[in-house]
């Protein structure tokens, strides 16, 4: 069977539609210390937390751009990335 963009897109390896997935560790650890950089708004735990949160989406972001199981999840990967670093590079 011919593999169509559609399904390069959209499939993973075993022909699933993937779109979401479970997060894994770097998206868990950027959920936590987003959330924990809401209460901690200021001083040296907030610098912490931005810094780790920052580190775990790029560590994300590129993971899914070089790993991602189809052309979805790595352009998604590629724009986070890029807004990732346009972002700190603004602020």
Do not use: H
């Not at 399904?7 to 560790?25: C, H, M, S, W, Y």
């Amino acid at each position: 069977m011919e593999s169509t963009i559609f399904d390069k897109t959209f499939r993973d390896r075993e022909g699933k539609i993937v779109i979401a997935q479970v997060p894994n560790l770097p998206l868990i650890v950027w959920i936590v210390t987003s959330s924990l950089s809401l209460i901690f708004t200021t001083g040296i735990i907030n610098t912490v937390l931005d810094v780790l949160a920052t580190g775990s989406l790029f560590t994300w972001a590129w993971m899914e751009l070089f790993q991602g199981v189809n052309y979805f999840r790595r352009t998604l990967g590629l724009f986070v990335l890029i807004g990732l670093v346009t972002l700190k590079a603004i602020y």
